[in-house]
């Protein structure tokens, strides 16, 4: 097994962070730079990341966010709003180049996403990706520019408790071959 494949099966999607141990800005700088790493549309590079590091701020967006969702970002060091710049990627002369349209935002920052989640198990970090929120309130709280879609909240810190593997189905499962 190599070195990714090992990385691959060690990231989990955790739910409950030690509150002693902290995250730094140079990490976080350090997963966003992977993030950056991964392919987009034309490379137009539209993801964004809005850190909330404060606990004053990080209590104010766990309140944007579904009560079981808000206590797990809650007991993170770090949370990241993760975003993308519409109207760029799945589009040609501002018109869209087929049904997707902006959904083609949204996979590229799927794209980023996955870098940043792998590289934060790389670096020793646990994360999980939060999606039930309120984007609108978040755009207020945070000051995000209309032109970016508020897509979802990863928190980053160290785990408090082991998360357990679920059973993945199988490639015969999930693909078919011509």
Known sequence: MSNFDELILRRRSIRVYDAERKVSKEQIEELVRAASEAPSWNNFQTSRYHVVMSDDMKQQLCETMAPFDGKIGASAPALIVTTFVKGHSGFKGGEAVDELGDGWGIYDLGLHNALLLLKATDAGLDSIVLGLRDADRIRTLLDIPEEEAVIS??????????????KRKTVEDIAKFY
Do not use: T
Request: proline residues 7%; positive net charge.
């Open 153 to 166: 909240v990863i928190a980053i810190g160290y785990r408090a408790k082991n998360g357990v593997r679920p």
